[in-house]
């Protein structure tokens, strides 16, 4: 079955400390993985996104990623976390079959502590 | 990036009456809109796939004639709500995808329904 898991449904940083959320997924054809963040009664941004070649991505809001094939993840990081990154994030993973929808896991919220 | 417009923002309607969301790519041609629902503090859950000019591809629990789905062009596609309930109040989403040259999924802004 297809699937993504976000094992960490809430965690707490201290402002300017390093941040890691957890992504896992379980898809049958090559995928296409995206982390997107999603502020309180607002749309989706996407941080960014992993189709192929260097497994570390670069995102915006000094957001990276590390595709990591044999562990099936996808862990978003990012070194020094600003008070205005407190929001929830979303894994998802899709491919390029045409008409596929992207899964969605279900999500981590991040809180940040002065 | 691609712009996906999602309009109302918000609605509130009475119980029992119906209500209509849209879905636009305003500069590209969609060939798939997807609309996912969206309860508090909870994950996007797809509910249906639809491609131009066919029927929309219902996910399963999802009840094709209360939420009604229309795809009339590749760049348009409506979502109906009908004969709302409070149980039917969340965020709902659309999502558009151009294929080929797939690159991402655009996403609407969403829009809050409360039935009352």
């Known amino acids: 079955a297809q699937s993504v898991t976000q094992p960490d449904i809430h965690i707490t940083v201290s402002e300017g400390a390093s941040l890691e959320l957890r992504c896992n997924y379980s898809?049958?054809?090559?995928?296409?993985l995206f982390w997107y963040v999603q502020s309180p009664g607002q749309g989706l941004q996407l941080l960014l996104k992993y189709f192929s070649g260097d497994t570390l991505v670069q995102g915006i809001k000094g957001f990276e990623a590390e595709f990591k094939r044999s562990q099936s993840s996808f862990n978003l990081r990012k070194p020094s976390v600003h008070w205005s990154d407190a929001a929830e994030y979303f894994c998802?993973?899709?491919?390029?079959?045409?008409?596929?929808?992207?899964?969605f896991g279900k999500g981590t919220t991040l809180s940040v502590s002065s | 990036g691609a712009v996906v417009s999602q309009h109302p923002s918000w609605v509130i309607c009475k119980s029992g009456t119906s209500v209509k969301i849209e879905c636009r790519s305003l500069d590209f041609q969609a060939t798939t809109m997807f609309w996912y629902r969206q309860f508090p503090k909870q994950s996007l859950m797809l509910m249906a796939t639809?491609?131009?000019?066919?029927?929309?591809?219902?996910e399963q629990g999802v009840e094709k004639d209360k939420f009604l789905i229309n795809h009339a062009s590749l760049t348009l596609s409506t979502l109906t709500v009908t004969s709302a309930h409070p149980e039917d109040s969340s965020f709902y989403i659309c999502?558009?995808?151009?294929?080929?040259?797939?690159?991402?999924?655009?996403f609407g802004q969403g829009t809050r329904l409360t039935v009352v």
């Open positions: 999502s558009a995808r151009q294929d080929p040259g797939y690159t991402e999924a655009f």
């Open positions: 898809y049958g054809a090559t995928p296409y």
């Open positions: 639809s491609n131009e000019g066919s029927k929309a591809t219902y």
């Open positions: 998802a993973v899709g491919s390029n079959q045409a008409g596929t929808a992207l899964i």
